[in-house]
């Protein structure tokens, strides 16, 4: 099993810390070797070690609360055209405590990524945007969790405010946002990157059928019986992020 991982987490407008080029040349300056996970090739991933909870872990459970790890799933599939985009734009939030994994659903990008915040996994067993995000569901560690393309657009305070709703709101299980369509008229719907949901309620149930997003989110409101009324969902009436539809590779509706 392999995985890919490495070091800065700065980002200026001259030198984008995602590309290629930069962070092979990253790796060999720190004598460091880039490993990419190949789940396809029949290993598992180990199994974390348990142990019974003490002062220290108590600590980071505090901690924990106050200041939430996001997990950011991203399903890629032959972007390697606008994949690094999205990521440096990951990368400059202004919240720090994220994970970002990369399932890479068609074994053909070879990514290198500079920030240790970052993990690649390779399934490309089924080209499906469905399958390579119920695939990556498995890999989440963090405390909430979102869906995010490779091709869109996060804005600066994206995870920040997210954050802060659910901190603010701790009886909710999802927070939902605005975003910029492709035309430039506005959505406030269930769209993939939209929604935010505690790790607890995310569910391997994406389906390879039109509109997947909207069925996903709305599969698990209805099965857990969430309502805004009710304070199960909080909306954040401002637009943080912005969909694109680049043509070129993707994985639209489930298809290549």
């Known amino acids: ?64 609360a106050a200041y939430p790890k996001v997990s950011i799933i991203m399903a890629t599939y032959r972007r390697q055209h606008t994949i690094y985009r999205t990521v440096n734009q990951i990368i400059a939030q202004s919240y720090p405590h994220w994970e970002l994994i990369v399932v890479d659903n068609a074994r053909s990008g070879d990514y290198r990524f500079s920030d240790p915040r970052i993990q ?35 804005f ?34 269930l769209a993939t990157p939209e929604c935010v949901m505690r790790r607890e309620f995310v569910t391997p149930t994406w389906g390879n059928v039109d509109g997947q997003d909207q069925r996903f989110f709305s599969g698990i409101i209805d099965t857990n019986g969430w309502s805004e009324e009710h304070g199960d969902i909080v909306v954040i009436p401002e637009l943080l992020c912005r969909a694109r539809s680049d043509r070129r590779g993707g994985l639209r509706s489930g298809r290549p």
């Open 1 to 64: 099993m392999q995985r890919e991982r490495s070091g800065s987490r700065s980002m200026t407008a001259q030198t984008p810390v995602a590309s290629r080029d930069s962070a092979d040349q990253n790796q060999r300056d720190r004598g460091g070797a880039v490993r990419t996970l190949d789940v396809d090739v029949g290993h598992t991933v180990p199994a974390k070690l348990v142990r019974s909870p003490g002062r220290a872990s108590r600590n980071r459970a505090a901690e924990r």
């Open 156 to 189: 600066p305070t994206y995870l920040e405010r997210f954050v802060e709703v659910f901190r603010e709101h701790p009886e909710a299980k999802m927070a939902r946002c605005g975003m910029y369509r492709q035309d430039g008229q506005l959505n406030f719907t």
């Open 120 to 154: 690649v996994y390779r399934h490309a067993a089924r080209a499906s945007a469905s399958y390579a995000r119920n695939e990556g569901i498995r890999y989440a560690s963090g405390d909430l969790v979102l869906f995010f393309d490779d091709d869109d657009d996060m």
